[in-house]
């Protein structure tokens, strides 16, 4: 059997500590940046909400997004949203937000566009969040509940995307209770996570 020669020992050695470097990098980044996703069952149910008097009506299609600062799941649809903005703003839909009462935080600068609204009716009986209300032209509530499905929202899960073509094109939705699987958190204050 050959005895290893001191190059070898020397590699293998620096092949061992590159291995444990690697291994502690992405141990560290696992832990600074991947959340753990557990799926969580929200019911959505928009039949208590309306617009303030000052928005309510025949108009644009407004868009509402509910957003809690705390909330781990808000950054996972911020990208999303940020691409609604581009999208439809230029078309006539406005685009509001709601904070979560006694929370204090901002929108990031990329989600300028949307305005605030400091009271919305029914808001404090919203389940979780993040959420979104749709009122169509005439001002009636055409669809709330979550961006999608999933521990992520874009583009190619998004349930908003089909509901602002539809009602864009003139055509009636009416999807006001919804139930989806995915990254939310409760909304009020007495409300459990399941």
């Known amino acids: 059997m050959p005895v290893p020669t001191f190059k070898t020992l020397l590699a293998c050695v620096l092949i061992g500590v590159c291995a444990a ?3 502690a990098a992405y141990d560290w980044f696992q832990g600074q940046y991947i959340r753990p996703f557990s799926e969580q069952t929200a019911l959505f149910a928009g039949d208590v909400l309306s617009l303030p008097a000052e928005l ?3 108009g644009p299609i407004r868009v509402v997004h509910f957003w809690d600062p705390a909330c781990p799941c808000n950054v996972g649809n911020q990208q999303h949203l940020s691409e609604l903005l581009a999208h439809y703003v230029p078309l006539g839909i406005e685009f509001y937000a ?4 006694g929370t204090q935080g901002q929108l990031p600068e990329s989600l300028s566009a ?3 609204l400091a009271r919305l009716p029914g808001a404090e009986h919203v389940s979780a969040s993040p959420a979104v209300a749709i009122w169509d032209h005439s001002g009636q509530l055409a669809y709330f509940g979550p961006y999608s499905e999933g521990a992520t929202c874009n583009a190619s899960n998004s349930f908003i995307e089909p509901i602002l ?5 003139g055509r009636p939705v009416k999807a006001t209770h919804t139930m989806a699987v995915g990254c939310y958190c409760p909304w009020q204050a007495d409300h459990v996570a399941p």
């Open 21 to 23: 470097g690697l291994w």
């Open 56 to 58: 309510s009506g025949p």
């Open 98 to 101: 709601v904070q979560k009462s």
């Open 114 to 116: 949307i305005k605030p």
């Open 165 to 169: 073509h539809a009602l864009s094109a």
